[in-house]
């Protein structure tokens, strides 16, 4: 089993910034991709953004060029900067990994979530 632990949730005010990280631990031979999901009260999951094995990146459109994903592959680590945070920035945020804990075992992992509140 592989297990996906978040920090650095919190409440900022309108243009603040926070970082989330995410380490997974557990059964793991390889991660091929790791990202960060959200969801606001009364709302579906949205993708935030993600980052492959190859680094590439993705972001959804209403956090370009104010959100920045990484990671620490020797640590297994994926971080997300997130900056000029909005009101609308509000929601549970969710790590997410996938790729194999053995030759032949794919997974997929989900954290527990962490709670993002930007009001002044």
């Known amino acids: 089993q592989v297990q996906l632990v978040e920090s650095g949730g919190g409440l900022v005010q309108p243009g603040g910034s926070l970082r989330l990280s995410c380490a997974a631990s557990g059964s793991i031979f390889s991660i091929n991709a790791m990202g960060w999901y959200r969801q606001a009260p009364g709302k579906q999951r949205e993708l935030v953004a993600t980052?492959?094995?190859?680094?590439?990146?993705d972001y959804a459109d209403s956090v370009k060029g104010r959100f920045t994903i990484s990671r620490d592959n020797a640590r297994n680590t994926v971080y997300l900067q997130m900056n000029s945070l909005e009101p609308e920035d509000t929601a549970v945020y969710y790590c997410?990994?996938?790729?194999?804990?053995?030759?032949?075992?794919?997974?997929?992992?989900w954290g527990q979530g962490t709670q993002v509140t930007v009001s002044s």
């Open positions: 980052t492959s094995s190859g680094g590439s990146t």
């Open positions: 997410n990994a996938v790729g194999y804990s053995s030759y032949v075992t794919p997974f997929i992992s």
